[in-house]
């Protein structure tokens, strides 16, 4: 299950096919092929058949088994010098005089039962296990070597109930794993030791579970669970903790000793960081609330460092699996447990990461914030001018030249690592508002950009150094021009990432690097960027990094669309990341990707012309958006609307309009820092005010002219 998870979040194509219940005439002409005769001689036989089985293909094939093995059909041989044909026969009254179960589990019952008793225990172990189990597992549950477990599943196999997975299912039949070292070599031991069975159906499994006493059930799983995790080393727990931790759940009501159920929490917290690492977030969450109910009242006192690390690993999960509500309800009763603000960070990081999630942008501010100042790191929100915020930037890189002493820009990636506790909280929290403030306050976001800064240059780099070089580098192409060395800073961070290796930067690297960084100095049409976006587009998905998915999805649409890529093609990955966007939950990037997608439907298709539609189905719910989105100050939201407002309007040669909405998309490019959009932005804008220029008078045309001249100079 964890590996088609895995493969549908991968968005490789997956075929499901349903198997139908056979009809009558189906099953007549089956029952006529296997007994070789004719369907009019079958016809009553199928109809009986198709009113015991409703037509199920396996409680089919296993009913005529049974009236075969109870000599209700009976093959008549005769000897060829008898000039007689040999047949099939059956007494229809007969079979329906006797009681003949339409219940396919009583059926496999009754056929399990006919086996030898110590093979009808081992089944019922291997039921236990589940759908699919393997001998070494079943050898140890059973108490027996793993020669005299296989021997006991022989006439299993024989009858068909089980069969095996790998043709070295013979091996210890053969010999005495004692032996087998002094015959074999050691490399086909260890091959011979995984030996995997499979019930050849559900209903089968479902059969040999049922003969265990109801009252039974909990006592034989807790038993099993507790046999495994006695015979398991430490590093093979970690291999099979499913299989240990599924069993002890299902008899954990039985456990008495409180130690006993500290234990057994520890194997959930380890069951459930395994799923969460495999993506699979529901069954993560499961294995964590489970582990969760197994704690004492007095777990917090007793055991605080434990208990913190269950609560926060559930409350990741939880935001893992969009449960908000959750998210919100948790993070307060764990906040109130908590001895002390750095055991804290991770909860508010969080919480701030909930809240974006859920486009309250403001939320996550004012919870970063809050935390920001008890770290020492005192903000004010409120905006300043895109004068003051290029003067700031020009200021830093002057005090930057004296802090490094000499050093290059490059040499940044040889400092020691910081240390600080709190500082690394300070850095850890700005981090995780990051996106928040970007798309609600932009000189507040350059602000924290430079605090980051200057705790990597005075308190030495951390790991996410790498995202703050970067970030300044697109704050030194973005605002201030200074292209070389933001290149230079976009460079120095590629280079940390590439040193440090840490899979959950590279993905935010990546997009900041060719999304507002490389693109200054590189033409938008070289294949290179995309590759490296769609490499960490997929790490993302296999990593579930859902925030980030959609930025790099955005970026790498947006290379195809400004570096030339055929208009149809670019649609078809607008759609397509569109629908992947959309399991991620992330309502800011949703609602981003489509106003991009209608920009490139406004081309390609004429559905939207009337209104060149970006927003929704009509103009009046496109401008309700609109309005919640200046209500927000969503500078991003707003300015992409208008840009491919613009974009739009000045190709279809709406040229006063489209000059209008380039006005609108002017007031919030500074939000951009350099992202793709603005140099398109700065293009299209004085393509719209020359369309314009003659629709105006002197003074006008003159402002106009200053305006062109301006935008080429930012370009």
């Given at each position: 299950?964890?590996?088609?998870?895995?493969?549908?979040?991968?968005?490789?194509?997956?075929?499901?096919?349903?198997?139908?219940?056979?009809?009558?005439?189906?099953?007549?002409?089956?029952?006529?092929?296997?007994?070789?005769?004719?369907?009019?001689?079958?016809?009553?036989?199928?109809?009986?058949?198709?009113?015991?089985?409703?037509?199920?293909?396996?409680?089919?094939?296993?009913?005529?088994?049974?009236?075969?093995?109870?000599?209700?059909?009976?093959?008549?041989?005769?000897?060829?010098?008898?000039?007689?044909?040999?047949?099939?026969?059956?007494?229809?009254?007969?079979?329906?005089?006797?009681?003949?179960?339409?219940?396919?589990?009583?059926?496999?019952?009754?056929?399990?039962?006919?086996?030898?008793?110590?093979?009808?225990?081992?089944?019922?172990?291997?039921?236990?296990?589940?759908?699919?189990?393997?001998?070494?597992?079943?050898?140890?549950?059973?108490?027996?070597?793993?020669?005299?477990?296989?021997?006991?599943?022989?006439?299993?196999?024989?009858?068909g109930l089980i069969f095996p997975l790998k043709n070295n299912y013979k091996v210890p039949l053969l010999w005495n794993p004692e032996d087998l070292s002094n015959q074999l070599s050691e490399n086909y031991f260890e091959s011979a030791k995984y030996i995997p069975y499979k019930f050849s159906h559900d209903r089968v499994q479902q059969a040999a579970y049922s003969l265990i006493p109801e009252a039974e059930k909990k006592q034989v799983h807790l038993q099993i669970g507790r046999l495994l995790l006695k015979n398991l080393e430490k590093d093979e727990l970690q291999n099979k903790i499913f299989d240990v931790v599924n069993q002890l759940n299902q008899g954990s009501s039985l456990i008495t000793e409180q130690w006993e159920k500290d234990e057994l929490a520890k194997l959930n917290l380890q069951a459930g960081k395994k799923a969460k690492n495999s993506t699979a977030y529901k069954t993560a969450l499961e294995y964590l609330e489970i582990g969760k109910k197994l704690l004492a009242e007095n777990s917090w006192e007793e055991q605080y460092k434990f208990?913190?690390?269950?609560?926060?690993?559930?409350?990741?999960?939880?935001?893992?699996?969009?449960?908000?509500?959750?998210?919100?309800?948790?993070?307060?009763?764990?906040?109130?447990?908590?001895?002390?603000?750095?055991?804290?960070?991770?909860?508010?990081?969080?919480?701030?990461?909930?809240?974006?999630?859920?486009?309250?942008?403001?939320?996550?501010?004012?919870?970063?914030?809050?935390?920001?100042?008890?770290?020492?790191?005192?903000?004010?929100?409120?905006?300043?001018?895109?004068?003051?915020?290029?003067?700031?930037?020009?200021?830093?890189?002057?005090?930057?030249?004296?802090?490094?002493?000499?050093?290059?820009?490059?040499?940044?990636?040889?400092?020691?690592?910081?240390?600080?506790?709190?500082?690394?909280?300070?850095?850890?929290?700005?981090?995780?508002?990051?996106?928040?403030?970007?798309?609600?306050?932009?000189?507040?976001?350059?602000?924290?950009?430079?605090?980051?800064?200057?705790?990597?240059?005075?308190?030495?780099?951390?790991?996410?150094?790498?995202?703050?070089?970067?970030?300044?580098?697109?704050?030194?192409?973005?605002?201030?021009?200074?292209?070389?060395?933001?290149?230079?800073?976009?460079?120095?961070?590629?280079?940390?990432?590439?040193?440090?290796?840490?899979?959950?930067?590279?993905?935010?690297?990546?997009?900041?690097?060719?999304?507002?960084?490389?693109?200054?100095?590189?033409?938008?049409?070289?294949?290179?960027?995309?590759?490296?976006?769609?490499?960490?587009?997929?790490?993302?998905?296999?990593?579930?990094?859902?925030?980030?998915?959609?930025?790099?999805?955005?970026?790498?649409?947006?290379?195809?669309?400004?570096?030339?890529?055929?208009?149809?093609?670019?649609?078809?990955?607008?759609?397509?990341?569109?629908?992947?966007?959309?399991?991620?939950?992330?309502?800011?990037?949703?609602?981003?990707?489509?106003?991009?997608?209608?920009?490139?439907?406004?081309?390609?298709?004429?559905?939207?012309?009337?209104?060149?539609?970006?927003?929704?189905?009509?103009?009046?719910?496109?401008?309700?958006?609109?309005?919640?989105?200046?209500?927000?100050?969503?500078?991003?939201?707003?300015?992409?609307?208008?840009?491919?407002?613009?974009?739009?309007?000045?190709?279809?040669?709406?040229?006063?309009?489209?000059?209008?909405?380039?006005?609108?998309?002017?007031?919030?490019?500074?939000?951009?820092?350099?992202?793709?959009?603005?140099?398109?932005?700065?293009?299209?804008?004085?393509?719209?005010?020359?369309?314009?220029?003659?629709?105006?008078?002197?003074?006008?045309?003159?402002?106009?002219?200053?305006?062109?001249?301006?935008?080429?100079?930012?370009?």
């Open positions: 299950m964890y590996s088609l998870e895995k493969i549908k979040q991968a968005q490789v194509p997956v075929n499901e096919i349903t198997l139908y219940p056979l009809k009558i005439n189906q099953i007549n002409q089956l029952i006529a092929d296997t007994l070789s005769c004719s369907t009019e001689i079958t016809k009553l036989l199928a109809e009986l058949v198709a009113k015991k089985t409703g037509g199920n293909p396996f409680f089919l094939t296993q009913l005529l088994d049974s009236l075969y093995q109870e000599n209700f059909l009976v093959f008549s041989f005769h000897k060829q010098q008898n000039n007689r044909q040999s047949y099939w026969q059956w007494d229809l009254e007969e079979i329906e005089r006797v009681s003949i179960t339409d219940n396919v589990v009583e059926l496999m019952v009754g056929k399990i039962e006919k086996l030898d008793k110590k093979t009808q225990q081992v089944l019922k172990l291997a039921a236990c296990i589940g759908n699919k189990f393997n001998l070494e597992i079943l050898a140890i549950v059973n108490n027996k070597s793993q020669t005299v477990t296989a021997n006991e599943l022989e006439s299993a196999l024989h009858e208990t913190l690390e269950l609560q926060v690993e559930t409350l990741e999960v939880l935001y893992l699996n969009y449960q908000w509500e959750q998210v919100e309800k948790l993070s307060t009763t764990i906040l109130e447990k908590v001895n002390n603000i750095l055991d804290g960070i991770k909860i508010y990081e969080l919480v701030i990461l909930s809240y974006h999630g859920q486009f309250q942008p403001q939320k996550s501010v004012d919870i970063a914030f809050k935390v920001l100042e008890k770290l020492g790191i005192k903000l004010s929100q409120e905006f300043v001018s895109q004068s003051v915020i290029k003067n700031r930037i020009e200021q830093q890189q002057k005090s930057l030249k004296f802090l490094l002493k000499g050093k290059n820009i490059e040499d940044l990636a040889n400092m020691p690592k910081m240390t600080d506790p709190y500082k690394l909280a300070a850095f850890s929290i700005i981090q995780s508002v990051g996106t928040a403030l970007t798309t609600r306050n932009f000189s507040l976001r350059i602000e924290t950009i430079l605090i980051q800064l200057n705790l990597c240059i005075k308190y030495n780099n951390l790991p996410e150094a790498a995202t703050t070089y970067s970030l300044y580098g697109v704050l030194l192409c973005g605002i201030i021009k200074d292209i070389d060395s933001g290149y230079r800073f976009g460079k120095l961070s590629l280079k940390l990432l590439e040193k440090d290796n840490i899979d959950q930067l590279e993905s935010v690297l990546i997009n900041q690097y060719y999304g507002n960084i490389w693109h200054w100095k590189q033409l938008l049409n070289e294949k290179l960027s995309r590759e490296k976006l769609l490499k960490s587009l997929q790490k993302d998905i296999n990593l579930g990094n859902n925030e980030h998915i959609g930025y790099l999805a955005i970026t790498y649409c947006f290379i195809e669309f400004f570096g030339g890529c055929n208009l149809e093609d670019v649609e078809r990955d607008y759609r397509k990341y569109s629908k992947l966007i959309a399991k991620t939950h992330q309502e800011y990037s949703i609602n981003y990707i489509e106003i991009c997608k209608n920009i490139v439907l406004n081309l390609t298709t004429t559905e939207q012309h009337k209104y060149y539609l970006l927003i929704g189905n009509s103009q009046d719910a496109e401008n309700r958006v609109i309005e919640i989105y200046i209500n927000q100050e969503n500078q991003w939201l707003l300015f992409i609307y208008y840009f491919g407002k613009t974009l739009i309007l000045y190709l279809f040669k709406d040229y006063l309009q489209a000059f209008k909405n380039s006005q609108y998309a002017d007031k919030y490019v500074a939000g951009m820092i350099g992202y793709l959009c603005t140099p398109q932005h700065n293009f299209y804008y004085s393509l719209a005010c020359l369309a314009h220029h003659n629709n105006c008078d002197i003074e006008q045309r003159k402002e106009l002219l200053e305006q062109v001249e301006k935008n080429q100079e930012d370009i």
